[in-house]
């Protein structure tokens, strides 16, 4: 499923009606129709039904859910928020089908008491505004959008909840919150930013006919990474396999004070499929969490106040991929550690405290020829970039893609959801996980399944999107079966991914 910006939505609507010739009222029809379905599936013929329509396309597609949900028997009427002028093109084609079915409309401007009107209804049908929104909300919808917000009716969205934008980057904004929204052909960026996400309600994306070469020619794909394309590209075992096929991963982190985070890191990679496992750390972490993690062997790294001294003598040869960082600490000492790995000619994932010291060293990436990943969260994201939090917050997917095409990394900044990105920008978002995962260790949990499935057959990016799916799944399926998200614990993740293989 694609997710797009209001552009690329523009350009996918142009090229079905230029190159393909698809008509602009068949699509709106189509769109209509579909909404309508899935809304009678939500109600019953008892219920009656107010359809808000706005002056564009969006308003078009009110109309169209309007006649269908009429002819099937509701109890419908549309309340017109513009005035009739507004109302053109396809738009107003659908309106006059929708009145020669004898359809009840209504002028909002001809109402004397809104909030009583719409306390009548039961189901509001949010069709005012689409990703055609520009700018904050002007008078009269700015007032009913908040009266709106007020009801306790069931309010459904089409398309987008009205006067929400479409595109990341906006701090401020006043739109509908709907319960439910019934998106159109694409999904938008919005639906995966924290502090827009939640106007969508649920929401639910319906195709509408167009066809697969209006997304192609997008100049960058941006998908949501779906249980299907999870399954289409997890890597099948064999019976004849063994422990070499699936890769012999190098772990390399700790100190005196975060001994766990290594543990968690090697189990998670351990447990999600990697053959073979080393932890290279200072001899008293070893001494911690060996017993935590059995399977694995161990090399130790000298310290210095219980952190990493240089690494320079760490042995790569062998391994086919290293993860380093994890609970590493910020100790100038262990700075030198980084940046001998990045001359390790295998793919590396660095986490942590090496995204901080990495900062201090970020050309050691512009000299390396094999896969880096990233895994920040939206604080190191910002730490890397110069940038305060709430700037990534609001931008993930732009600051994601400029930090993993300026240097040629694949990034994946974590977070409710989490984007992966590789070198050339292409990106996907993983919607698995919940609140529960929102505590310490979760992130070194996933390293080490990132880690396991990098050296699995499946491409790179496929692989960090795999990571993050299972990851996610983990503690969803933990939480349906024996945890909530107060208890959740990273190790507990680990402990679950078994119930996602066995599930999927
Ligand atoms: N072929 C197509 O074009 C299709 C379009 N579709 C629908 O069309 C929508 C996009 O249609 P449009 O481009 O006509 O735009 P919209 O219908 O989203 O909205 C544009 C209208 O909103 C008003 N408006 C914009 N900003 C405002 C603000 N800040 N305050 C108050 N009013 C404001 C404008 O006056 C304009 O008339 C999509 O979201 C989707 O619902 C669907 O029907 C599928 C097919
Ligand atoms: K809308």
Known sequence: MYIVTAKEMYDIDQ?????????????????????AQRVSSMINFEQALCILVGSGNNGGDGFVIARTLL?????????????????????AYHKR????????????????????????????????????????????LYSLVNQINR???????????????????????????????????????????????????????????????????????????????FQRTFPERSEY???????????????????????????????????????????????????FCPEATFVT?????????????????????????????????????????????????????GLTHLKADLEVLDEREEPVILTPHPGEMAMLLDLSVKDVLMRPFHYAKKFATDHGVYVVLKGAFTVITDPNGKQAVNTTGNAGLAKGGSGDVLTGIILAMIMQKQSIFEGLCNACFVHGKSADLLIQE???????????????????????
């Open 15 to 35: 090229f079905s009606m230029d190159r393909v010739e698809m008509d602009g009222s068949m699509l709106m029809e189509n769109a209509g129709r579909e909404i």
């Open 151 to 229: 009801l306790d009716n069931l309010v459904l969205s089409v398309d987008i909840p009205s006067g929400l934008p479409t595109d990341e980057g906006v701090a401020d904004f006043t739109a509908v919150q709907a319960d439910h929204t019934f998106v159109i052909g694409a999904i938008k960026q919005t639906a995966f930013i924290q502090h827009t996400a939640p106007s969508y309600g649920k929401w639910e994306c319906s195709s509408i006919g167009f066809p697969q070469a209006a997304f192609k020619q997008l100049e960058m794909e941006r998908k949501v990474w779906t249980k299907a394309a």
């Open 301 to 353: 790294v000298p310290e210095i106040n219980g952190h990493l001294k240089y690494g320079n003598d760490i042995d790569y040869k062998g391994f086919d991929a290293v993860a380093i960082g994890i609970g590493l600490g910020r100790e100038a000492a262990s700075r030198p550690v980084i940046r001998h790995a990045a001359a390790a000619k295998i793919p590396l994932i660095i986490d942590g405290d």
């Open 241 to 291: 396999d063994h422990k070499g096929d699936h890769g012999k991963g190098l772990v390399i982190g700790g100190s005196s004070n975060m001994p766990g985070a290594l543990g968690l890191t090697t189990r998670a990679a351990l447990r999600s499929g990697a053959g073979l496992v080393t932890a290279a750390t200072t001899d008293s972490v070893i001494k911690r969490i060996a017993s």
């Open 482 to 504: 024996s945890h909530s998200q107060h208890d959740l614990l990273a190790s507990d993740v680990i402990e679950g991914l078994s119930l996602v293989y066995r599930t999927f």
């Open 97 to 140: 089908l929708y009145l020669k079915c004898d359809g009840i409309l209504k002028q909002l401007n001809e109402i004397n008491d809104v909030q009583e009107e719409l306390n009548k209804e039961d189901v509001i049908v949010d069709a005012m505004i689409g990703i055609g929104v520009k700018g904050d909300l002007r008078e009269p």
């Open 71 to 91: 002819n099937m028997g509701y109890k419908v009427t549309v309340l017109q928020v513009v005035e009739d002028k507004k109302i053109v093109g396809h738009a």
